[in-house]
């Protein structure tokens, strides 16, 4: 715990699995001298005060962020727009306004004309998740080791994008300051891309006559079944992704395609020597994860 909380009064917009996780992990520090929430549905806010995440719970964001001196927009992003317009106009001077979605440059887009002078903007975002979701799912160890990326704009005081990495520290993280559209770029192809994979092959599954279906599930291996697992990821959250960082997923999308075809014909004409020099390239990479400890 520490002695002195870092921030007054955390306002968490949304009490799903990565808002919930932070209220968790606030818990644990000691970060925050009251926690306030915010959920439109009522079982959540139900939820978020019997689990003890929250001080207060809101119905109105208005109320939840009314004397915040850090607000983490953790909802779908696709939200972000109304949020910020019903939220700016009650933003306290000082203040940090940040957020958790997965795509950045659409986060400035919508949040950027809603902050008031005087209200210091730091979009983030913390890579972490599970394919659960609501405030049930949620645990404070789910940031610890993983890293948090901060994509402040241009001109943002350096202090305050320390404190809020500070506050990512305590929370368990590695923090990491990027360019917004280089975040999104990587995030592409780390994120996204295998998102929209997943979602992709177990939607082929699922069109299979209904006898080959059931084989399918009962004899699923384990590539089947991780790809189920991140095919049963948030359906809004990631709808709101892909919609938000079109440009870069298309990119990437385009040269997966590429890449697929090229594999495509390797295998049509029996060129084992390509098959096997990709399979070894792409086994040092999972290697490479493992070491950074982030597998």
């Not at 549905?41 to 915040?68: K, N, Q």
């Not at 317009?85 to 933003?91: D, E, T, V």
């Amino acid at each position: 715990m520490t002695e002195t909380p870092l921030f007054r009064r955390v306002a968490l917009i949304g009490i799903g699995l990565i808002g919930s996780s932070l209220a968790r992990a606030i818990r644990r520090g000691g970060l925050a001298g009251h926690i306030a929430g915010h959920a439109r549905s009522e079982r959540t806010r139900e939820a978020a005060v019997a689990l003890g995440l929250v001080d207060s719970i809101h119905a109105d964001p208005v109320a939840a962020v009314a004397g915040a001196d850090l607000i983490v927009l953790c909802a779908p992003v696709g939200a972000y727009a109304d949020l910020g317009a019903a939220i700016g106009p009650h933003l306290e001077a000082g203040a940090i306004l940040s957020d958790v979605g997965s795509v950045k440059q659409a986060v400035i887009r919508d949040l950027g004309p809603h902050v008031p002078d005087g209200v210091h903007f730091v979009p983030g975002h913390p890579v972490a998740g599970t394919e659960h979701s609501g405030p049930e799912a949620g645990f404070a160890e789910l940031f610890d080791g993983r890293w948090c990326i901060l994509t402040p704009p241009p001109g943002t005081d350096a202090g305050v994008v320390e404190r809020l990495a500070e506050f990512w520290r305590r929370c368990g993280s590695h923090v990491e300051v990027m360019e917004p559209a280089h975040h999104d770029a990587v995030l592409a192809i780390t994120s996204h891309l295998p998102h929209l994979i997943a979602y992709t092959i177990v939607g082929t599954a699922t069109d299979l006559e209904d006898a080959t279906e059931k084989e399918v599930i009962k004899f699923s291996a384990g590539g089947f079944r991780d790809f189920t697992r991140i095919a049963a990821s948030d359906p809004v959250m990631w709808r709101d992704v892909f919609l938000n960082n079109r440009e870069a997923v298309l990119e990437m999308l385009g040269r997966f395609t590429e890449d697929l075809t090229a594999l495509q014909r390797a295998i049509r004409w029996g060129e084992g020597d390509k098959l096997e020099e990709l399979f070894v390239r792409t086994r040092a990479v999972r290697r490479g994860i493992i070491e950074a400890k982030q597998a």
